[in-house]
T-cell receptor, first 114, second 105 residues
Framework: GAVVSQHPSWVICKSGTSVKIECRSLDFQATTMFWYRQFPKQSLMLMATSNEGSKATYEQGVEKDKFLINHASLTLSTLTVTSAHPEDSSFYIC??????????FGPGTRLTVL | GIQVEQSPPDLILQEGANSTLRCNFSDSVNNLQWFHQNPWGQLINLFYIPSGTKQNGRLSATTVATERYSLLYISSSQTTDSGVYFCAFGTALIFGKGTTLSVSS
């Protein structure tokens, strides 16, 4: 199957700082990538759809000024959590669409904001 | 929006047992996929199955799109099968709440 990487795997930061998470498709090009968030013992919730070369589409209730998404190339999308606060602590997972309507997921990034 | 219900929410099995997990949808869906989330959080693609039946080793899946449900069969379960199983659908995937499977030896 297709391989998607995510970096970093985990990050701990102080409240008020910004954190950038990278998502890369390693063996295919992805016009569309997605960002999800998962709180403990819960399901994945879609945050935004990231399209190469255009603005991301955010789900209702997700602040676009807080969660900045950039999809500058066909293999890289980044999510920046700006001015992070403890309530932003979560497991962030990206996925990439292979173009055949099937998505493959990165290993996730565990964010802890102190 | 479309509602998705996964059952059972939790399942405890002895190694070697078989199980069936189910997803029901409130309306027609497309791009249905099944995933296994391992204890480290990695989502592993099991099946892309908008309709029909597929098999991969001990796992198989069936989607009956006209009746709005999908089934995941696990045969001869192993401890490594433990984790959470999700069904999801759509272009930007909408996930069910998952079935947490625990297999003991």
């Amino acid at each position: 199957g297709a391989v998607v990487s995510q970096h970093p795997s985990w990050v701990i930061c102080k409240s008020g700082t910004s954190v950038k998470i990278e998502c890369r498709s390693l063996d295919f090009q992805a016009t569309t990538m997605f960002w999800y968030r998962q709180f403990p013992k819960q399901s994945l919730m879609l945050m935004a759809t990231s399209n190469e070369g255009s603005k991301a589409t955010y789900e209702q209730g997700v602040e676009k000024d807080k969660f900045l998404i950039n999809h500058a190339s066909l293999t890289l999308s980044t999510l920046t959590v700006t001015s992070a606060h403890p309530e932003d602590s979560s497991f962030y997972i990206c996925s990439a669409d292979t173009g055949a309507n099937e998505q493959f997921f990165g290993p996730g990034t565990r964010l802890t904001v102190l | 929006g479309i509602q998705v219900e996964q059952s059972p929410p939790d399942l405890i099995l002895q190694e070697g047992a078989n199980s069936t997990l189910r997803c029901n949808f409130s309306d027609s869906v497309n791009n249905l996929q099944w995933f296994h989330q391992n204890p480290w959080g990695q989502l592993i693609n099991l099946f892309y199955i908008p309709s029909g039946t597929k098999q991969n080793g001990r796992l198989s899946a069936t989607t009956v799109a006209t009746e709005r449900y999908s089934l995941l069969y696990i045969s001869s379960s192993q401890t490594t099968d433990s984790g959470v199983y999700f069904c999801a659908f759509g272009t930007a995937l909408i996930f069910g709440k998952g079935t947490t499977l625990s297999v003991s030896s």
